[in-house]
């Protein structure tokens, strides 16, 4: 059975050949071919045209690296699944760094009543995630994000380490965002319905 080919195989084989044996040039190529690509439809699930474009340069990076593994005409396929899936990362934790104690305030009028509900209810799920977190770790971290000092300032205020406090809000963050990735999916809905 003859499989047919796209009109590209003609041209991706050879550089893919070319590639798996460590051609800088064919990598260059491919780059050319599908960097725009790549770029747009990272775009369209990125916050912002950095984060795309940091995107495709970690999915270039990942071709390269991995490039004994691809196989002429499954390239395509092959870095639109490795975009999709680091552009969808990106998308998680710049979700995680936006400041959203504004938002009942100033947008929560923008909102339907069902948003409305969800976004109360994500806010009450995040304050008893908070309270939830060992009692050291908890005080650390609200340290650091509601009363906004830096490490060093609350190293010297609890007279710990400055490695001790940056170990704790990390494992606070890791810990939240374990428990608010079901939520991240619809929150992002909801932010980006209201983008104009």
């Known amino acids: 059975m003859q499989v047919v080919l796209s009109p590209d195989a003609e041209i991706l084989d050879p550089l893919v050949a070319s590639l798996r044996e460590g051609s800088e040039k064919a990598f260059r190529q491919l780059f050319g071919i599908?960097?725009?690509?790549l770029l747009r439809y990272a775009s369209k699930i990125c916050l912002?045209?950095?984060d795309a474009e940091e995107v495709v340069q970690d999915t270039f990076i990942s071709l390269w690296n991995l490039r004994q593994e691809i196989k002429g005409a499954d390239i395509t396929g092959w870095l639109i699944r490795v975009c999709r899936n680091k552009a969808i990362n990106s998308l998680r934790k710049g979700i995680m760094k936006i400041d959203f104690s504004g938002i009942p305030e100033i947008q929560t009028n923008l909102l339907s009543p069902q948003e409305q509900l969800y976004y109360a209810e994500l806010d009450r799920l995040l304050q008893e995630l908070i309270q939830a977190l060992p009692s050291e770790r908890r005080k650390i971290f609200l340290l650091s994000r509601e009363d906004n000092l830096t490490h060093r300032e609350i190293a010297e205020l609890l007279d710990i380490s400055e490695g001790t406090v940056k170990k704790q809000v990390?494992?606070?963050?890791?810990d939240l965002r374990g428990k608010l990735v079901p939520y991240l999916e619809m929150l992002?809905?909801?932010?980006?319905?209201h983008i104009k």
């Open 34 to 37: 599908y960097d725009n690509r």
């Open 48 to 50: 912002t045209v950095e």
């Open 188 to 193: 992002t809905l909801v932010m980006l319905s």
């Open 170 to 174: 990390s494992l606070a963050l890791r």
